[in-house]
C-alpha cells in the first residue's frame, strides 16, 4: 500500500499554512493519510494535530543529515513529494530508499511565487487542478471550552491581532494598532487577541498598558495549540502578515493584512477571506520584499476597511 512523505522545508508558520491545501490534495489523490517532515518553528504538530490528511509529523532537523535518514527510512515510505529545490533533502529521500521522490528542480526557487509554485508543483504531479483555499481543523470541544474561558460570545466583535512579525520593517507601528482598536472601540463593541509570542512582550504590554488594554487578551505565554481553539472561536483577524493572520484566514475568519514588506501575491492572494493594504504608491503587483512601506500606510485606509469588514 502506498505510504507518502511530504517535505517542507520552509521555517514559517505562514508558509506551512499556505501550502496544507497542497498536503490535502496529495491525500485526497491516494485516498490515504500523509505523513509530514517539517520544521519545529512550523509548528506542525500543533496546527496539523486535527487534519484527518495527516497521520503524523515528524521533525525535521535543521542539521542532522543522517539522523534524518534513520527517522524516516524505517518507515518504509514510497513516496517522496519535496516542497523545496533543495539537493540535500532529495538525496536524504534517496538514501532512505524512497523509490518515487518527485521535488522542485535544483537551483529553481529563487525569487518565484511561494504560493503559485508550489500550486503549480501539485498540479502538474496530479494533473488536476487543486483546491487552494488552506483549512485548519480543530477539536469542537476545545472550542467550546475556549469560548467559555475567555468569554467570546456574539455580544462581541472578537478580533485576532497580529500585531507582530517576523521583522520590524513588516511591522506597522505599534501606536497605529492601540490608535486603530481604541477607534473600532468607539463605535463596536470589541474584544481584542493580541497574537504574538514571548518576544513581542515588549509590544503586547504597550498595548495592555493603553485606555484599550483591558478590552486585549495576550497570545505570548500560550503554546500555538492553546491558541488554535480561540482564534477558532473569533470572527475577524487584522493584522501583518505573520503567522497567525495565515493561521486565521485558514479557520476562515475574516482577515485584514497589511503588507509593507513582503509580496501580498504570494502570500495573501491564495485566500478569499484575506484582504490587502499595501503602502501609499505601491500595488498588489509592486509591492515586495525590501519594499520597506510600513510608514507608508494609510491609518485611515486601515480604519475605514476595518470597519467596512466588521460590519
Known amino acids: 500500500m502506498s505510504k507518502a512523505l511530504v517535505v517542507i522545508k520552509s521555517m514559517g508558520i505562514g508558509d506551512l499554512v499556505i501550502l496544507i491545501p497542497n498536503i490535502h490534495a496529495l491525500s485526497k ?16 504538530a ?18 542532522g543529515f543522517f539522523n534524518i535518514i534513520k527517522k524516516i527510512k524505517p518507515r518504509k515510505f514510497d513516496k517522496s513529494y519535496i516542497y523545496s529545490d533543495s539537493v540535500r533533502l532529495y538525496l536524504i529521500s ?44 480543530c477539536n469542537d470541544k476545545d472550542i467550546e471550552q475556549a469560548k467559555k474561558k475567555y468569554g467570546i460570545s456574539d455580544k462581541t466583535k472578537n478580533i485576532v491581532c497580529g500585531i507582530s512579525a517576523s521583522g520590524p520593517t513588516k511591522r506597522w507601528d505599534i501606536k497605529n494598532y492601540i490608535k486603530l482598536f481604541e477607534n473600532i472601540n468607539k463605535k463596536l463593541q470589541c474584544k481584542f487577541f493580541l497574537a504574538g509570542g514571548p518576544n513581542d512582550e515588549d509590544l503586547i504590554n504597550e498595548v495592555m498598558n493603553s485606555s484599550i488594554g483591558k478590552n486585549c487578551l495576550s497570545f505570548s505565554k500560550m503554546s500555538i ?21 495565515h493561521i486565521s484566514s485558514a479557520m476562515g475568519l475574516k482577515s485584514l493584512l497589511l503588507f509593507m514588506d513582503s509580496p501580498p501575491l504570494a502570500y495573501g492572494a491564495y485566500s478569499k477571506n484575506i484582504s490587502i493594504i499595501v503602502p501609499e504608491g505601491e500595488s498588489v503587483d509592486s509591492c515586495k520584499h525590501n519594499t520597506r512601506g510600513k510608514d507608508k500606510i494609510s491609518f485611515n485606509n486601515v480604519l475605514n476597511k476595518t470597519l467596512e469588514i466588521l460590519s
Request: net charge positive; proline share 2%; glycine share 4%.
Open 29 to 44: 489523490s491516494m485516498n490515504k493519510s500523509v505523513v509530514v517532515l517539517a520544521q519545529k518553528n512550523t509548528h506542525a
Open 46 to 63: 500543533e496546527i496539523l494535530k486535527y487534519d484527518p490528511h495527516v497521520e503524523e509529523v515528524i521533525e525535521l532537523d535543521k542539521k
Open 94 to 137: 534517496k538514501f532512505s530508499m524512497i523509490e518515487n521522490i518527485f521535488h522542485y528542480k535544483f537551483f529553481s526557487k529563487k525569487g518565484k511565487n511561494f504560493f503559485k509554485t508550489a500550486k503549480e508543483f501539485t498540479e502538474k504531479i496530479l494533473n488536476q487542478k487543486i483546491e487552494v483555499q488552506t483549512k485548519i481543523y
Open 225 to 245: 495549540g492553546e491558541t488554535l481553539p480561540i482564534i477558532n472561536s473569533c470572527n475577524f483577524c487584522i493584522s501583518n502578515d505573520t503567522g497567525f493572520a
